[in-house]
T-cell receptor
Framework: SAVISQKPSRDICQRGTSLTIQCQVD?????MFWYRQQPGQSLTLIAT?????????ESGFVIDKFPISRPNLTFSTLTVSNMSPEDSSIYLC?????????????FGPGTRLTVL | RKEVEQDPGPFNVPEGATVAFNCTYS??????FFWYRQDCRKEPKLLMS???SGNEDGRFTAQLNRASQYISLLIRDSKLSDSATYLC???????????FGKGTKLSVKP
């Protein structure tokens, strides 16, 4: 497995502001993903963070709202832009060690976001 | 059919009981499946991977039925510490990503 950390662990933000979440892995990984888990719901994939190129977004998620960076094989950021209360959620990064998007993923501890 | 569908739960069982969860999936071409465990306010953690007909790890057994497109998770001799939400995970045909079920909540009582 891998050791994954996220910062911040939680935040309370005002409507209209933006928050950048960091994900750090203790080893180089091919695949990194960003998920959202809304209260009482399961995980929804936001995007796959690609090293050296633009992220691949899932249906319903766009780059302007959730810009993602992946400057190297151990680090990625997700920004939640122009936040509204509907963005209140847990945001999780995950990594895949095998190089495929359909194999085992390991999750960071999550960032709990509340938007007022 | 939804891509991954689970028993809604909650399952409330006494310590020592055997409990089984079912999960159905829509992508008949899926080769790999997973059960994750998620404790309250924590991240999901891998419990078991299922690549063939099944997998067993101690008190936990996962079985795969490709003909009927379902996966089951059996927990024997339930412990209080087994209380958690169990997420069924399967690949999506078109995007090649994982889809997580909504989870089944298990509560083991003394």
């Amino acid at each position: 497995s891998a050791v994954i950390s996220q910062k911040p662990s939680r935040d309370i933000c005002q409507r209209g502001t933006s928050l950048t979440i960091q994900c750090q892995v203790d080893s180089q990984v091919t695949m990194m993903f960003w998920y959202r888990q809304q209260p009482g719901q399961s995980l929804t994939l936001i995007a796959t963070a690609n090293q050296g190129s633009e992220a691949t977004y899932e249906s319903g998620f766009v780059i302007d709202k959730f810009p993602i960076s992946r400057p190297n094989l151990t680090f990625s950021t997700l920004t939640v832009s122009n936040m509204s209360p509907e963005d209140s959620s847990i945001y999780l990064c995950s990594v895949g060690l095998s190089g495929t998007s359909t194999d085992t993923q390991y999750f960071g501890p999550g960032t709990r976001l509340t938007v007022l | 059919r939804k891509e991954v569908e689970q028993d809604p739960g909650p399952f409330n069982v006494p310590e020592g009981a055997t409990v089984a969860f079912n999960c159905t999936y829509s992508n008949s071409a899926s080769q790999s499946f997973f059960w994750y465990r998620q404790d309250c306010r924590k991240e999901p953690k891998l419990l078991m991977s299922v690549y063939s007909s099944g997998n067993e790890d101690g008190r936990f057994t996962a079985q795969l039925n490709r003909a009927s497109q379902y996966i089951s998770l059996l927990i024997r001799d339930s412990k209080l510490s087994d209380s958690a939400t169990y997420l069924c995970v399967a690949p999506v045909a078109s995007q090649g990503n994982l889809i997580f079920g909504k989870g089944t909540k298990l509560s083991v009582k003394p």
